[in-house]
């Protein structure tokens, strides 16, 4: 699996035992996958608002990190954020954010006691996956939690991950008290599902400069 500049990440395949399932690949538009969650439940503060494919913030700013959580805790900032993050062609959706779309608007964001956080990463073309915690701990790590559906049927009908690598990026609307103070970024202290994948991770306040 490759990742930014071609970096190379180790591939992690997760398989998934599918009784009766057929051994034709699966279309993302008729099937909907079986959802393999690292976190059992969504947290209720994370609130996905828009999926898109692709990184906005520059080469220059991510060199090789896994993942990029830039936070806007103010109004004007989270307007350019959304302004830049969020394409004018997205379709509306519902349900898990598995593919690109608006889940919400940045109309939804209670400013008094959230942030909107774009995060970047990448994903197999057949598991997409969006974030479903992210949390400042007392030890100063910003943990990430990610879930995905797997959407591709292996030989013996089940269902398995791709080795290609897509780069998305994600809208949020986060809970203040779940982030890291302005005092405490940039970091690269963030483990996502509890591990430091690929090149690490980088929190930083929204825009997100030359690390």
């Given at each position: 699996?490759?990742g930014?500049?071609?970096?190379?990440w180790?591939?992690?395949?997760?398989?998934?035992?599918?009784?009766?399932?057929?051994?034709?690949?699966?279309?993302?538009?008729?099937?909907?996958?079986?959802?393999a969650?690292?976190?059992?439940?969504?947290?209720?503060?994370?609130?996905?608002?828009a999926?898109?494919?692709?990184?906005?913030?520059?080469?220059?700013a991510?060199?090789?990190?896994?993942a990029?959580?830039?936070?806007?805790y103010?109004?004007?900032?989270?307007?350019?954020?959304?302004?830049?993050?969020?394409p004018?062609?997205?379709?509306?959706?519902s349900g898990?954010?598995?593919?690109?779309?608006?889940?919400?608007?940045?109309?939804?964001?209670?400013?008094?006691?959230?942030?909107?956080v774009?995060?970047?990463?990448?994903?197999?073309?057949?598991c997409?996956?969006?974030?479903?915690g992210?949390?400042?701990?007392?030890e100063?790590?910003?943990?990430?939690?990610t879930t995905?559906?797997?959407?591709?049927?292996?030989?013996?009908?089940?269902?398995?991950?791709?080795?290609?690598?897509?780069?998305?990026?994600?809208?949020?609307?986060i809970?203040?008290?779940?982030?890291?103070?302005?005092?405490?970024?940039?970091?690269t202290r963030v483990?996502?599902?509890?591990?430091?994948l690929?090149?690490?991770?980088?929190a930083?306040?929204?825009?997100?400069?030359?690390?």
């Amino acid at each position: 699996m490759r990742g930014p500049r071609g970096r190379t990440w180790p591939l992690v395949v997760v398989v998934v035992l599918c009784a009766g399932c057929s051994t034709a690949p699966a279309s993302p538009e008729s099937s909907p996958g079986v959802q393999a969650s690292v976190s059992p439940e969504p947290d209720p503060d994370v609130q996905i608002l828009a999926k898109a494919h692709g990184w906005v913030v520059s080469q220059a700013a991510i060199r090789s990190f896994y993942a990029v959580v830039e936070v806007a805790y103010d109004e004007v900032t989270a307007a350019q954020a959304w302004e830049s993050n969020v394409p004018a062609d997205l379709a509306q959706r519902s349900g898990d954010p598995a593919r690109p779309g608006l889940y919400g608007g940045l109309e939804d964001i209670d400013f008094d006691r959230e942030a909107l956080v774009v995060y970047s990463s990448g994903q197999s073309g057949t598991c997409p996956e969006w974030v479903t915690g992210i949390e400042f701990t007392a030890e100063g790590v910003v943990q990430i939690t990610t879930t995905f559906k797997s959407e591709a049927v292996a030989p013996g009908g089940v269902l398995a991950c791709t080795a290609d690598y897509v780069l998305y990026r994600i809208v949020l609307a986060i809970d203040r008290d779940k982030l890291p103070p302005i005092s405490a970024l940039p970091t690269t202290r963030v483990l996502i599902n509890g591990e430091q994948l690929g090149g690490g991770g980088l929190a930083t306040t929204y825009p997100a400069e030359a690390a």
